[in-house]
């Protein structure tokens, strides 16, 4: 065993502490897991307004309006939104919204279904 703690996979604390044979716990979101059965994840770490981990082809929550630039309406609150596509940037979400069509969201204004 090694005497480096590591830190928790789900939510990134760095008080995860060695529970028995091999298991770690974060004492701060209740994730149990083996740090040497875990295998690096490709791609896009890609997170929403409570910390849920996002991926494509999930519906999300709009979580407050937005405005949209060149349109008079914004973007109302509790709008759903499917089959999202997530990408590198600042505005790391593409999908399609009815009545607006096609734009980029930023993760944090968006709350997974």
Excluded at 17 to 27: K, L, T
Excluded at 84 to 107: A, P, Q, T, V, Y
Aim: hydrophobic letters at 25%.
């Amino acid at each position: 065993m090694s005497d480096e703690l590591k830190p928790c996979p789900n939510c990134e604390s760095p008080y995860s502490y060695f529970m028995s044979e091999e298991v770690y716990v974060c004492p701060e979101c209740s994730h149990e897991w083996n740090p040497n059965a875990i295998e690096e994840e490709q791609g896009l770490k890609v997170l929403d307004a409570n910390g849920n981990r996002l991926s494509d082809g999930d519906t999300v929550i709009v979580n407050r309006t937005l405005p949209v630039k060149g349109s008079p309406k914004p973007i109302k609150s509790g709008t759903k939104v499917k089959n999202i596509r997530l990408k590198e940037g600042d505005h790391n979400i593409d999908c399609k919204i009815d009545g607006f069509g096609k734009m980029s969201l930023k993760s944090q204004f968006v709350n997974k279904a």
